[in-house]
């Protein structure tokens, strides 16, 4: 058996870029920063908080849903799996990039406007 599943909580670095791929499909782009707290090395120092940054990607009613509510410095969760893609520019140089892929995409505790926590699948 093989699973692909990640699932991030941290805050929005940007608000997310919405684009039509169709007619009636839409994409939404976004940054989610997940920082790892500082922790007592064994020499009794303490090591730096370490901040990460994803490439977060939602289609369909999940990019509706982000362009409506999500928001730079909004704290969500995003659950959902990690892709790999490779694409050539117009100068036909390779490019790789990893991405989260969304499945679900909610707000951990009230959202900030309509105080509710409902997930969105």
């Not at 791929?21 to 989610?32: C, D, G, P, V, Y």
Request: aromatic share 10%.
């Amino acid at each position: 058996m093989f699973l692909n599943k990640v699932i991030l909580i941290g805050y929005v670095g940007m608000d997310p870029e919405v684009r039509y791929i169709r007619e009636n499909m839409a994409t939404a782009t976004f940054s989610l920063a997940t920082t790892q707290p500082s922790y007592r090395l064994r020499n009794g120092s303490m090591s730096p908080e370490h901040t990460d940054w994803h490439r977060v990607v939602s289609y369909g009613e999940q990019a509706l849903f982000c362009e409506k509510f999500v928001r730079k410095g909004h704290l969500i969760m995003v659950e959902g799996r990690i892709s790999y893609r490779k694409y050539s520019d117009k100068n036909s140089v390779m490019h790789s990039i990893t991405e989260i892929v969304t499945e679900r995409v909610g707000y951990v505790g009230n959202h900030p406007q309509e105080q509710n926590n409902n997930l969105r699948s």
